[in-house]
T-cell receptor, first 115, second 110 residues
Framework: DGGITQSPKYLFRKEGQNVTLSCEQN?????MYWYRQDPGQGLRLIYY???????QKGDIAEGYSVSREKKESFPLTVTSAQKNPTAFYLC??????????????FGDGTRLSIL | GQNIDQPTEMTATEGAIVQINCTYQ??????LFWYQQHAGEAPTFLSY????GLEEKGRFSSFLSRSKGYSYLLLKELQMKDSASYLC???????????FGTGTRLQVFP
């Protein structure tokens, strides 16, 4: 079955440590996205990529980095520069190419906590 | 600026009808999505509106008025499993980006 796989489901980070969250999709979608969700808040866009080897900053990119070397994969690195990384991270993908009625499909999320 | 407003919480009774409102102010508009999100889970797509009017899909309907910057999600014959957060999101014109509201947490009581 096609879908989006995020791993791990739970992740713990020590102070000063970088961690990488995995996101893989087999939907053949061009566009991929990373969101952060905090309690009582909506989804906030961290980074997005509309095509392989290209990505753009979202609204809260500081302290994060991404790569898009393959169409299927869009890993997110939470660096030590991100001072408040505890949150629920959601990866999504969608068909691009101007098909505006196509929804974004989400993975099950990774919950990151600071030790 | 970009702003999407939804009520924070709503309650309703099993079998009833509930309407969740969403107002938006965005720089350009290219469609509005509604998602359902159960606690700790991924959002799942419910509906899409780009033209004014009502879109019906089973127990769920969604309405859009572009001139008023307003949408609502109507849930009929409420079931306990409908207890979840409902997210309104606007697609920004000429991009694939979505701007999300903070979500409305709906609790359905027996």
């Amino acid at each position: 079955d096609g879908g989006i796989t995020q791993s791990p489901k739970y992740l713990f980070r020590k102070e000063g440590q970088n961690v990488t969250l995995s996101c893989e999709q087999n939907l053949n979608h061009d566009a991929m996205y990373w969101y952060r969700q905090d309690p009582g808040q909506g989804l906030r866009l961290i980074y997005y990529s509309q095509i392989v080897n290209d990505f753009q900053k979202g609204d809260i990119a500081e302290g994060y980095s991404v790569s898009r070397e393959k169409k299927e994969s869009f890993p997110l690195t939470v660096t030590s520069a991100q001072k408040n990384p505890t949150a629920f991270y959601l990866c999504a993908s969608s068909i691009s190419r101007g098909l505006s009625n196509q929804p974004q499909h989400f993975g099950d999320g990774t919950r990151l906590s600071i030790l | 600026g970009q702003n999407i407003d939804q009520p924070t919480e709503m309650t309703a009774t099993e079998g009833a009808i509930v309407q969740i409102n969403c107002t938006y102010q965005t720089s350009g508009f290219n469609g509005l999505f509604w998602y359902q999100q159960h606690a700790g889970e991924a959002p799942t797509f419910l509906s899409y509106n780009v033209l004014d009017g009502l879109e019906e899909k089973g127990r769920f309907s969604s309405f859009l008025s572009r001139s008023k910057g307003y949408s609502y999600l109507l849930l009929k014959e409420l079931q306990m499993k409908d207890s979840a957060s409902y997210l309104c999101a606007v697609r920004v014109y000429n991009t694939d980006k979505l701007i999300f509201g903070t979500g409305t947490r709906l609790q359905v009581f027996p």
